[in-house]
């Protein structure tokens, strides 16, 4: 199962303020957190087929399930410190957004 999106960070017009180079994809995670996902706040709305957009106010829960999936993984984890990243930078714009780009 390989689902992968582009994330960025947007400004109010969809300009791309900064955009990870690698996909981010589920499969990090074992089958076991896969068949649990809807455990986490946010990241369960991912459609692997769609976009996702997340506001400021609510980066505190988004970066809540990526330390929870960074726990959960043996590898990947230095993109998902770029993500958390990108949502603190997020958190701490004015009209900005993480946009989560499904194939």
């Not at 726990?71 to 949502?87: E, G, P, R, T, Y």
Request: with cysteine; net charge negative.
């Amino acid at each position: 199962m390989i689902m992968g999106w582009s994330v960025v960070l947007q400004g109010e017009k969809q300009n791309v303020i900064e955009r990870i180079d690698e996909e981010f994809y589920w499969d990090i995670l074992s089958e076991h957190e896969w068949n649990n996902r809807g455990q986490y706040i946010l990241l369960k709305y991912l459609d692997p087929y769609g976009d996702a957009i997340f506001n400021p106010g609510q980066m505190d829960d988004l970066i809540a399930d990526l330390e929870r999936m960074k726990k959960s993984v043996d590898s990947n984890k230095l993109l998902i410190d770029k993500i958390v990243a990108m949502a603190v930078t997020c958190k701490n714009e004015v009209h900005t957004y993480i946009r989560f780009i499904g194939d």
